[in-house]
């Protein structure tokens, strides 16, 4: 099968469901990142919403990284992302997601400026048990003048009152936060598609005439 049959069908592995047919009417591509501590669900989520198959810069974790990655929060990993991931995702017959979910651990954290260039708006995704691993995400990205919403991924354990999680990050209320399940795929398109809506009211916002006496 050549690359554009193959392109053309969805996209389907055992356990999993169809992957919608990706559109060659598409004339807006707008890049989204994905940004978070380390082992928050960024892949996952890359993996679960993207309409192909996501490219990703997984490997495997050695003991080179002993004393440097903490695994205390994450001890069941056992891979992780050295670049960024890569996935797309359609929203409509004319406008595409980009996304690229960037690497946690910090010393990878040079990479995110560059991704961030380019960026339409970015999603935040943290662990409401560390919530510390985000700040360093929030500031970048509000450093760099990237519109950004807050997704609280939900690992089985008992979920934050929205309310907390804002308190904690110090979140201005302008700025949405949602819970959120980074394994499933209606749940990661429904932060994508709040993202979206967050960049159209800043949108609105910033082209509406100024009201006048």
């Given amino acids: 099968m050549d690359s554009a049959t193959s392109e053309a069908n ?3 592995t055992a356990g999993t469901e169809a992957r919608p047919p990706l559109l060659s009417t598409a004339a807006q591509g707008l890049k989204i990142v994905i940004v978070g501590g380390f082992g928050v669900g960024k892949t ?3 993996r679960a919403v993207s309409d192909i198959r996501p490219l990703n810069t997984e490997e495997t974790m050695t003991r080179a990284g002993e004393g440097v990655d903490d695994l205390s929060a994450v001890q069941g990993k056992t891979t992780t992302t050295i670049a960024f991931d890569f996935g797309r995702i359609s929203l409509n017959d004319e406008t595409v997601l980009y996304l690229f979910g960037a690497p946690g651990q910090e010393r990878f954290w040079f990479l995110w400026d560059r991704l961030f260039s380019g960026t339409l708006g970015a999603v935040v995704l943290v662990d409401t048990r560390r919530l510390e691993d985000s700040w360093y995400a929030i500031d970048r990205l ?7 919403i807050v997704a609280c991924n939900d690992f089985g354990g008992p979920r934050h009152a929205v309310e907390q999680v804002r308190e904690a990050l110090d979140l201005p209320a ?3 936060l949602i819970q959120c399940d980074a394994r499933s795929r209606e749940s990661s398109k429904e932060v994508l598609l709040a993202l979206v809506q967050h960049l159209y009211t800043l949108s609105t916002a910033r082209t509406a005439p100024e009201n006048t006496l």
């Fill in 10 to 12: 969805p996209v389907t």
């Fill in 44 to 46: 996952t989520m890359v």
């Fill in 174 to 176: 302008e700025i949405p």
């Fill in 142 to 148: 509000e450093a760099h003048g990237t519109p950004f």
